[in-house]
Structure formats: structure tokens, C-alpha cells
């Protein structure tokens, strides 16, 4: 694709130097319409027809340095050597080029050989397209030379610079002679500055929208780049947050592995067959346990039927509050129905929501955390602390992982959040900056359907 | 800081090519001569039937011709004359100016021209006919093809023409001494008026 393409740029550039060799022989009789037209000048007296000729002028010869410049640049910016150069190097060469060519071409063909705004022109569009930093960039290249060559064209009819040879055409020596003896070099002189002046402008405005358009790139460019990374490195703190989980559950795991091994020394020791029995039940027991943390943790998606007793005696068992400072109070009915979700997961993240509520900067001396349990259509779990809240700025990044006010991981409530959902819940915030903060959990209950 | 240094390289770049246009324009008028006054014509030199040629086909000719128009001095304009042309015709001016476009649409080239010229002013001298040299293209149009076409007319001239500006280098006063040929030098364009019309009065 990239071979066709180099291949179809070469042909243009082949097929516009055929054209511009062969442009002045067919334009004989736009060059007799400016001599006509200078000749209609001087028999009437008439400046303005001079505009008209010098104007004609300017766009044949504007449109032939354009198509040269192209040209140059399509054939030259395929050349492997040429491109390995620096812009400097390579725009010195594209110069040599341009004027080499003109400067042969001149002795065949009616073209304007004019050395000085030619080299002037050409530095100019180096320089602005330097300053656009879009140096490999066709369009850029060709939209400002346009802009370039035409403004440069004009300052070939301004009669005061004929002394520094500018102007120098056989054309232009002939408009400008006749401006003097119509005694309009003054038109002439301002005619070519309005037309000078802001089409130079507009080119150096064009290169800096150019560098404005090239910097904004870079910038989403970097945001993009930026953002990808975040993506990463949030998964890999979400990764992390797994493997806390795994650590917490193998911590959970070692309770019913002691009481095996407990319940195994004493058979050693027994010898009575009935207490052998309840040995055996309560080891049968301590494995199910086992068997049923780990199939909840392993799949993700299996649910049980919870009673909300249980899961709270779960929850608490894993909570540190031997802390003194720490008042915890849950409140619940009970015969509140049971809840269907696995069982394990949605354990650690109630505990994940109950731990970022002890570890939050508190209002008073001590901390008191309350759970409310009721029903309202689902099982309503309220966590309700009394810290010092979460100001309104954050509260609307306050689910986004990694967003943390207390220099934490901040994982503890996306994971908690993707949990719940994921066990058919919902989680809502509310928080008064100095205040404290609620947290509601809302887990659908078990129906005959769903414990079938 | 970036975009003061960015304004500071565009306003370099504009003041480095005003200060180069300034600089050359200032050397170039050093170089001006001082103004040097017309010769004094007490009588008419030349008569009326006038052809008016080009000697290298520049649109200067033009300009002459709609001079000798508003002086109302009787002329024939042919910039491509032979001799054919010059019967009936008491004197000739030729306006000298090489124009690679003006022979590119007569379909010629220099040596076509300047034999054209060599042939034309061997049969007006032949024909005893005057032949007045004008020059008014200025320093733009001195160039090696019109300095030729310079020295080949003005041999033969009777009386030389040319402006200020033309004469930036003394080649025109050192050609019209070395052919001894009277020659007027006058300050633009318009004023050549005042010798054609002292030189037909």
C-alpha cells in the first residue's frame, strides 16, 4: 500500500514537470493578452489597465512557482536519501532545486526569473512551515507556498524596488515603464503592498493555526496515551484488590482447618463411639464450611440463600473492633427473610464498606458506627458513621477506582459497588460534608424461584 | 515564553528582509549620477514623415509612438519595419529595448531581430534618412541583448534620446561620444517630449 502510494506521488510529480515544462509554450496568448493589454494602457492613459495586466502576470507566474514547488517537493520527499536529512538540509536542497531549475528553464521558456523574491519566497515558506512544525506534511507545505508565492509575486510590480533588481521580468520591467510614463508608480507602489502585505500575513497565520492545530494533537495524543495507562494500572490495582481477597479468604479458610485438626487429635485420644460421632459430624461440618467458601469464591456467580444473621455473625467475626474508641451497634429484626447472593463476596464487600467507615477521620473523640437492617421490598443494610463526611467535589468521583480522600488504595468502594451489582444490589452514598456519611445496600431477598 | 520566541523569529524574519530591501536601496542611490542638462537643439533637425520601429520589440515602443501622437508629429508605426517601409518616410525613430516576450509572440528570436535591425538601418542610411535613437527603458531593461542593440543603432543615429535612469552606468553618454552622436538625457519618460518635439520643430 505504502510502495503504491510512494509510486502515485512519484507519477505526480513526473507528470506536474511535464506540465510546467510545457505550460509557458502554451500560454502565447496569455502573455500577447498583457502586452494587449499594456498596449490599451498607454493609448488611453489608463493606470488601472496596468492593475489588470500586472494582476494576470502575477497569478500565471504564481500558479507556475506553485506547481515547480510541488512538484520539487513530491519527487524530492520520495527520495530515501533526502528524507533521512534534516529540515534544514533538506529545505536548502528543495531551494537549490527550485532556483536551478529556473534559472535553465529561463533561457527556453517565457517564465518570471526572479533570483531575489524567488529565494525570499522560498525562505519564507522553510521558515513558516518550520514554525508550523508540520514539516512532512504535503497540504501544509502547499497550502502555505500558495499563500507565499502569491504575496511574493506582488513585490515584483512595486516600481521603488526596481533598483534592487526586484521586478526585473521582461513583463514587469514593461509594466512598470509604463507606470512611469502614466505617472502611476505611486498606484503601482500600493497596489502591490495591499496585495503584499496581507497575503504575507495570512500565510504566517496559517503556519502558527498550523503549530496551534499540531500542539492540540500532541495533546490528545498524550491524553490518549495518558488515559490507556490510567486503564492499565487500574486493572492492575483491581488485580491486587483479588489477590487481597484470596490472602483474606485463606485467612477465613484457617478457622475450619484448626478446628480439623482439633477435632482430629481428640479422635486419636477418644475411645468413646458416641463422642467419636460428634467428632466426625462437626469435622463433616468444619468441610462443608470449606467446601462452600471456596466454591462461592471460586465461582463468582454460584448464590446461596443467606440469612441475615448468618452473614452478620460472618461479617463481624472478620472486623477488627477491639478498638475502644469504636462504638458498634447493628440493629435488626429478626425474622427479616433471607437474602440470595454468594455468600463470601458480598461478605467482603459489606466488610470493605464497614472498614472505610472505622478507618474515616471522625467528628468527636469516639467513632460510632451503626448498621441498620430492615426490609423496604428488598434488605435494606444501612452503614451509618460519624465522621467528618465527604465534601461535594468528590462525591462525584468517589466510585471511580483509585479516587481516595484518605490517601488509601481507593478501591474499597468500586469493589464494593461492582460486587453488589454483580449479586442483583444496588449502593447508594449520602454524605454532608461535616456531618458524616450513609451508605445504603440494597440486596433483593431470596423468592422460592431463586432458591430453586 | 514559547510564544515569544515564536513572535520574535516571524518579527526577525520581516524586520532581516526590510532591513535587506533598505540596505540595497540605499547602496543603489548612492550609485544615482547627478542630473546632467539637456543639449540645446536651436534647430529642427529631423523632418516629418516618421516611421517609428522597435529595435528589440519591447512595449516601449509603444509609448514613443503615443508620444509623437500628442505632439502630433505625422508617423507610421511599424515595429517590425523592412525597407519596404521606409518609402515616402523622412526620418526614423527607433526605439531601442530587448523583450524576450515581445520576439517570443513576433515568433522570433535576438539574431532574427538584430538582423532585422543591421538590414533595416543599412537601408535607411542608404536612403539618407535620419534615424533618432530613444531609449526610456530605464535601468530594468539594460541588459546584454539591449546594450547590443545599443551600440548597433546608435552608429548609425543621428540624435540620441535616453533618460537619466537608462544611463545609470555611462554606457549611454560613452556610446553616443564614441560614435559622436549628440546625445539628450533627460530627467523621466514624459520629458522626452521636449527633445522629439525641438527635434521636428
Known sequence: ?452 | MKKISLIKKVGLMLLGFSLTLIILYSIDSMEDKSYKGNIYIPNAMVKEDILITSAGQSTDTYIVKDIANKLMLHNIFMPNAEKIDIENIKSVIMVVGYSSIGEYLNNKDFSQEKARVERFIENAKSDSLPIIMVYIGGKDRRDKETDELLNLVAKKSTFIVSTHEGNYDDTIRTISQKYDVPLSLVRDIQEIKAPLAALYR
Open chain 1, 1 to 452: 500500500m505504502r510502495k503504491k502510494q510512494s509510486k502515485v506521488t512519484i507519477v505526480i510529480g513526473v507528470i506536474l514537470l511535464i506540465l510546467i515544462t510545457i505550460l509557458p509554450v502554451l500560454i502565447k496568448n496569455l502573455a500577447f493578452s498583457i502586452i494587449v493589454i499594456i498596449r490599451d494602457a498607454i493609448n488611453m492613459g489608463d493606470s488601472g489597465k496596468l492593475i489588470v495586466a500586472a494582476a494576470r502576470t502575477n497569478i500565471f507566474f504564481s500558479i507556475y512557482n506553485i506547481l515547480l514547488y510541488i512538484c520539487m517537493l513530491l519527487l524530492l520527499f520520495k527520495n530515501k536519501w533526502f528524507k533521512e536529512k534534516s529540515f534544514n538540509i533538506r529545505s536548502g536542497l528543495l531551494i537549490i532545486a527550485f532556483l536551478a531549475i529556473k534559472s535553465i528553464y529561463r533561457y527556453f521558456f517565457i517564465i518570471s526569473w526572479e533570483p531575489f523574491a524567488d529565494l525570499f519566497a522560498l525562505v519564507l515558506i522553510a521558515t513558516l512551515v518550520n514554525i508550523s512544525r508540520e514539516t512532512d506534511s504535503y497540504i501544509a507545505n502547499i497550502i502555505i507556498s500558495i499563500q507565499v508565492f502569491f504575496a511574493m509575486q506582488w513585490i515584483n510590480i512595486i516600481p521603488i524596488l526596481s533598483k534592487i533588481w526586484i521586478g526585473s521580468n521582461d513583463i514587469y520591467v514593461s509594466i512598470k515603464t509604463v507606470s512611469r510614463y502614466l505617472n502611476s508608480e505611486g498606484i503601482l507602489n500600493a497596489v502591490g503592498i495591499a496585495f503584499l502585505a496581507p497575503l504575507l500575513l495570512s500565510s504566517i497565520m496559517t503556519a502558527l493555526l498550523y503549530r496551534i492545530h499540531h500542539r492540540n494533537i500532541i495533546v490528545v495524543e498524550e491524553n490518549f496515551q495518558k488515559a490507556r495507562e490510567l486503564e492499565g494500572m487500574k486493572a492492575k490495582i483491581m488485580e491486587n484488590k483479588i489477590y487481597e481477597e484470596i490472602n483474606a479468604l485463606a485467612h477465613d479458610l484457617k478457622t475450619p482447618l484448626v478446628t480439623i485438626r482439633g477435632l482430629n487429635s481428640l479422635l486419636l485420644l477418644s475411645k468413646d463411639v458416641d463422642k467419636l460421632t460428634v467428632y466426625n459430624n462437626r469435622i463433616e461440618n468444619a468441610v462443608s464450611k470449606m467446601n462452600e467458601m471456596i466454591s462461592s469464591f471460586l465461582y463468582s456467580k454460584s448464590k446461596q440463600v443467606i440469612e441475615i444473621p448468618v452473614l452478620l455473625n460472618y461479617i463481624r467475626a472478620q472486623i477488627p473492633i477491639e478498638d475502644e474508641s469504636l462504638k458498634f451497634d447493628i440493629i435488626y429484626d429478626n425474622d427479616l427473610p433471607p437474602i440470595k447472593a454468594n455468600k463470601v463476596r458480598i461478605s467482603r464487600a459489606i466488610i470493605n464498606l464497614i472498614e472505610n467507615a472505622i478507618i474515616v477521620e471522625c467528628r468527636g473523640v469516639d467513632k460510632e458506627i451503626k448498621i441498620n437492617i430492615y426490609i423496604d421490598e428488598d434488605i435494606i443494610i444501612k452503614i451509618i458513621d460519624n465522621g467528618i463526611g465527604i465534601k461535594e467535589v468528590d462525591l462525584e468521583q468517589i466510585w471511580e477506582i483509585g479516587h481516595s480522600t484518605k490517601e488509601t488504595s481507593g478501591l474499597g468502594l468500586p469493589f464494593a459497588k461492582q460486587i453488589i451489582e454483580e449479586n442483583g444490589g444496588r449502593i447508594y452514598l449520602d454524605s454532608t460534608y461535616g456531618v458524616g456519611t450513609t451508605l445504603t445496600v440494597r440486596l433483593p431477598i431470596a423468592t422460592e424461584d431463586k432458591e430453586e
